[in-house]
């Protein structure tokens, strides 16, 4: 759906999230989220924000909070179960009303999932830092590394998880049978074109879908493009904008995938459908059809 009626854009400006952090009076009012993580160095993204975050931020770590434990035919990083998330955001203090700003390193490729896992829960007040720390330090400078004491919450977090917003292996191969949803992957042409594959163990891409890398949806500047160049862009990949409504988005793991729902959303779309499972757990089944070149 194009969006005359659109909720507003996901992302917020380092300019504005700093005149939040000087107004909000009531420490439940706003929720700064660190999402630094790096694959292949999980520890890393938790010590670079102990070496200094933006001020008032909290730590939140994509595999030990975000995520439920690995299985043998699971993606790298499953869905988190309902105890996870409550008592997470239970010590995080967050309330229906609360504005939540996620950032990571810059792309926001890390803190995208953190974004869909709160909009998953139903909590629509949450906004990706365009540009992230980077775009924040150069912009304003300021750094904290004071621990930040969590307010406390008003009781467990009242989940309305919304269903719509993933979907299982079998919908994605019936959409791939029927041709009746456009399934797009994130993830870099190399990878999907099964050239070059660093993380995952079997190369390729799932026969049908449609390519968009996730880093395209950046300026030079490693900020979001504007959202009629955004437009433009994922026209030219899926051909018309009914087919972006429904869209099931994909990447190695879903996480980098949420990125391009962000940038959907901010283009005036519907968000679509995350594959939680993505090609990692797609790869699990032998049976599983694969497509190369």
């Known amino acids: 759906m194009s969006s005359a009626s659109a909720i507003r854009s996901p992302l917020i400006s380092v300019f504005a999230l700093d005149e939040l952090l000087d107004s909000s009076l009531s420490p439940n009012s706003l929720l700064v989220l660190d999402c630094r993580f790096y694959l292949g160095d999980a520890g890393r993204g938790r010590e670079e924000y102990r070496q200094g975050h933006i001020p008032r931020s909290h730590y939140i770590d994509l595999e030990q909070e975000l995520c439920d434990p690995l299985g043998p035919l699971l993606g790298r990083h499953p869905l988190p179960s309902t105890t996870l998330v409550i008592n997470l955001l239970s010590r995080l203090g967050l ?3 609360t504005h939540v700003v996620v950032y990571d390193d810059g792309p926001g490729l890390m803190a995208a999932r953190m974004w869909w896992t709160l909009r998953w829960l139903g909590h629509k007040s949450v906004s990706l830092l365009d540009g992230g720390l980077r775009e924040w330090l150069k912009q304003t400078g300021k750094i904290s590394t ?9 009781g467990p977090y009242s989940c309305h998880f919304d269903s719509d917003l993933w979907v299982d292996s079998d919908a994605v191969i019936e959409a791939m049978s029927s041709g009746s949803r456009v399934i797009i992957d994130a993830r870099n042409n190399e990878r999907f074109r099964g050239e070059h594959e660093p993380i995952d163990r079997v190369a390729g891409r799932i026969p049908g ?7 395209d949806n950046l300026d030079q500047r490693g900020c979001f493009k504007p959202a009629d160049e955004l437009k433009s862009d994922f026209l030219t990949v ?17 996480v980098t995938a949420c990125h391009n729902m ?7 779309f519907s968000i679509g459908t ?3 499972g993505s090609w990692s757990e797609w790869i699990t089944d032998p049976e599983r059809a694969i497509a190369t070149g």
Do not use: F, M
């Open 95 to 97: 309330g229906r009303s």
């Open 146 to 154: 004071q621990e930040v004491i969590t307010a406390d919450a008003d």
């Open 209 to 215: 879908s449609l390519n968009r890398p996730c880093l």
């Open 238 to 254: 899926v051909g018309s904008e009914g087919r972006l409504g429904d869209a099931i988005h994909l990447c190695g793991s879903g």
């Open 262 to 268: 962000i940038a959907l959303e901010h283009a005036g």
């Open 274 to 276: 995350l594959y939680v």
